[in-house]
């Protein structure tokens, strides 16, 4: 079945990037009508959505994150990515990415990766 | 934004209770509603979807139902694996968002 693992750097210094990169297994990220999202928790706290991408590209971000936020699609190697950029402290929180549809809401999710943001 | 309003945010219950937790949108979302649970230091997990169907292998015991703005996910007969964090979340419109969570914690 399909499954998602999420990869990057653990640790990143305030005002860069951060980048992460989400692969998919087990099937073709381009297969159905599904979009890619990434998900963060800070800890002990609730889930905030950061945005979709779809295969052929469309996005769509949350707006209190949107001019730091670009997602993009490698169906070469069924890859999605994240870039948050000018990143604070308040950055810092477990990123999930997950598959959602639009009648399903989001059905398959990675284990999450731990991002700290401190210099 | 359409907020999502959970409640209670934390109930106390024993194996075998019937519990129910509550979501409201802060504007009609036909039944674009999913609920997920999350086990500490755990991804969360997808339980219904569409506010009422259970995903694949998702146990009986839990339910959803409701429509427009007023949600429900009831747990029939409490297991001791259902001690964790549900969150809803609607699929609406954008941006996405969830609610604030309901902890289920053993009385």
């Known amino acids: 079945q399909v499954q998602l693992q999420e990869s990057g750097p653990g640790l990143v210094k305030p005002s860069q990037t951060l980048s992460l990169t989400c692969t998919v297994s087990?099937?073709?990220?381009?297969?159905?009508?599904?979009?890619w999202s990434w998900i963060r928790q800070p800890a002990g706290k609730g889930l905030e959505w950061i945005g979709r991408v779809y295969t052929r590209g469309s996005t769509n971000y949350n707006p209190s994150l949107k001019s730091r936020v670009t997602m993009s699609v490698d169906t070469s190697k069924n890859q999605f990515s994240l870039k948050l950029t000018s990143v604070t402290a308040a950055d810092t929180a477990v990123y999930y990415c997950?598959?959602?549809?639009?009648?399903?809401?989001?059905?398959?999710w990675g284990q999450g990766t731990m991002v700290t943001v401190s210099s | 934004d359409i907020q999502m309003t959970q409640s209670p945010s934390s109930v106390s219950a024993s194996v075998g209770d019937k519990i129910t937790i509550t979501c409201r949108a802060s504007?009609?979302?036909?039944?674009?509603l999913a609920w997920y649970q999350q086990k500490p230091e755990k991804a969360p997990k997808s339980l219904i979807y569409?506010?009422?169907s259970l995903q694949s292998g998702v146990p009986s015991r839990f339910s959803g139902s409701g429509s427009g703005t007023d949600f429900t996910l009831t747990i029939s007969s409490l297991q001791p694996e259902d001690f964790a964090t549900y969150y809803c979340?609607?699929?609406?419109?954008?941006?996405?968002?969830f609610g604030g969570g309901t902890k289920v914690e053993i009385k």
């Open positions: 997950a598959r959602g549809s639009p009648s399903d809401g989001f059905d398959i």
């Open positions: 087990g099937g073709s990220i381009s297969s159905g009508t599904y979009y």
């Open positions: 504007q009609g979302i036909s039944s674009w």
């Open positions: 569409a506010a009422s």
């Open positions: 979340q609607q699929y609406h419109s954008y941006p996405l968002t």
